[in-house]
């Protein structure tokens, strides 16, 4: 299964997020991971391969942006494994009202500089 978020942008970081997952009904499968692009309905981050993560199943997650922390839930919709590490697409419930105000400027800093590359799907 591998679905797409359709959305007017993602914006990609040059430096990766720092954060933490905790799967949600086993919270012993957690681990760091590395957001690298977000947009209002999603995120992608990176990890460590996890055989204890499989599609569909919900996170609680956590990440670091300007020295502020943020918190969501999502469930993963796409999972991509490569040796040692695993990239993988989570659909956001809901993000706090902050984080949206910063994902929309971020989105208008992205038509600001038409130069820039936008992503506009998954792997």
Same mark, same amino acid.
Request: one cysteine or more; glycine letters at 6%.
């Given at each position: 299964?591998?679905?797409?978020?359709?959305?007017?942008?993602?914006?990609?970081?040059?430096?990766?997020?720092?954060?933490?997952?905790?799967?949600?009904?086993?919270?012993?499968?957690?681990?760091?991971?590395?957001?690298?692009?977000?947009?209002?309905?999603?995120?992608?981050?990176?990890?460590?391969?996890?055989?204890?993560? %499989?599609?569909?199943?919900?996170?609680?997650?956590? !990440?670091? #942006?300007?020295?502020?922390?943020? &918190?969501?839930?999502?469930? =993963?919709?796409?999972?991509?494994?490569?040796? %040692?590490?695993?990239?993988?697409?989570?659909?956001? !419930?809901? #993000?706090?009202?902050?984080?949206? &105000?910063?994902?929309?400027? =971020?989105?208008?800093?992205?038509?600001?500089?038409?130069?820039?590359?936008?992503?506009?799907?998954?792997?």
């Amino acid at each position: 299964m591998n679905e797409r978020r359709h959305e007017p942008f993602r914006y990609p970081f040059q430096t990766p997020l720092p954060g933490f997952y905790n799967k949600k009904f086993r919270r012993h499968i957690s681990g760091p991971m590395e957001v690298k692009d977000i947009s209002m309905n999603g995120l992608r981050f990176s990890c460590h391969a996890q055989p204890g993560l %499989s599609m569909r199943d919900e996170l609680f997650f956590s !990440f670091i #942006y300007k020295n502020e922390t943020f &918190t969501a839930e999502g469930r =993963l919709i796409w999972m991509k494994t490569e040796g %040692s590490t695993m990239t993988c697409g989570v659909h956001v !419930f809901e #993000y706090p009202d902050r984080l949206k &105000t910063i994902i929309a400027k =971020l989105g208008e800093s992205l038509q600001a500089t038409p130069n820039q590359q936008v992503e506009t799907r998954s792997p």
